[in-house]
């Protein structure tokens, strides 16, 4: 018994490392990725320079969202036209 925990105590421990690597940190984003994501927030009606601080949360989440969808949409597209399907047609 004394051996099962030696052991299983040593495995966590190799294993530690291995798990905390297993995820790389996300890289802070630059300026030109911050100023394209607003670029799209803005063409989806986003305006910032609008100074209604009263719908802000309600107006930023309504551009992300039609953000999200246009991305979805797209990589719904290109899914579809690289799927092996519409290679054969």
């Given at each position: ?34 100023q ?52 054969v047609?």
């Open positions: 018994m004394k051996t099962l925990v030696c052991i299983t105590f040593a495995a966590c421990g190799l294993a530690a490392p291995i798990a905390a690597f297993a995820v790389p940190p996300s890289a802070p984003l630059t300026r030109a990725q911050v394209v994501e607003l670029m799209r927030l803005e063409k989806a009606g986003y305006t910032p320079s609008a100074g209604d601080e009263a719908d802000y949360p309600a107006n930023i989440q309504a551009a992300e969202a039609k953000v999200a969808a246009e991305r979805a949409k797209q990589l719904s597209v290109t899914r579809s036209d690289s799927s092996p399907a519409a290679l047609q």
